[in-house]
């Protein structure tokens, strides 16, 4: 069959249109939320693949490679099939994707409680401000405060959480110091989470209760229930 210079620009169009609307996805599941505002609640975890940063405790480094191109509306579609109201879009980092940013507008769109795991390092400008962000500032210990984008700060909207990972005694002293200096609590909640395994968790607690602190102590629930098992 001919086709014509005017279908072919319609299918041309088509494929573009489709091709900038998909995503490199390392896996969607549902599971309980195990940290931040949304805790306890059923969600639908889509983890998109790649991080540029390599904190020595990472624990998801099966995300940096790998996964799989999905179109928006089939991730969409997935999301949908498991009827939870909450939504968390991770990775990896997913801001690394400039798409991400589409997939978050529509998860809005389509009425979802929508949360965003974010290292920090990328700019969060551009997100939807219905999305709740739960954005990493790195301590010294992950190997990568440097890459903390300070400017971020200036984005972060009251239903916000600003996350920091903490390894000893060190991280502790610098994340307190941080808060103090930016007045992140004035901003948003903050949330001061132990590095499993690098500092007693009680420690923690301890030092947040000494020193007054206008923080949340977190425990990761996952971590409780499933020992960081892929896909939980
Ligand atoms: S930003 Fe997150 S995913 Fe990337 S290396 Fe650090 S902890 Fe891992």
New binding site residues.
Partial sequence: MAVNASDANVANTTSAASAAERLRITEIFHSIQGEADAIGWRTVFVRLTG?????V?????Y??YGGDWRDIDDILAEVASHGAKHVCVT???PLAQKRCLILLRKLCDEGYEVSL?????IDVSDVDPRVRKVM?L?APD?G?SK?NLWTNLNHLLPHDQVKI?IASRADYEWSRDVVAEHAIDKRCMVLFSPVHGAVEPRALAEWIIEDKLPVRFQLQLHKLLWQDAPGH
């Fill in positions: 991080c540029p940063l390599r904190c405790w990472c624990d998801t480094e995300s940096f990775g990896g980092e795991e974010t290292s920090g390092a990493d790195k992950s990568e890459r990972v």
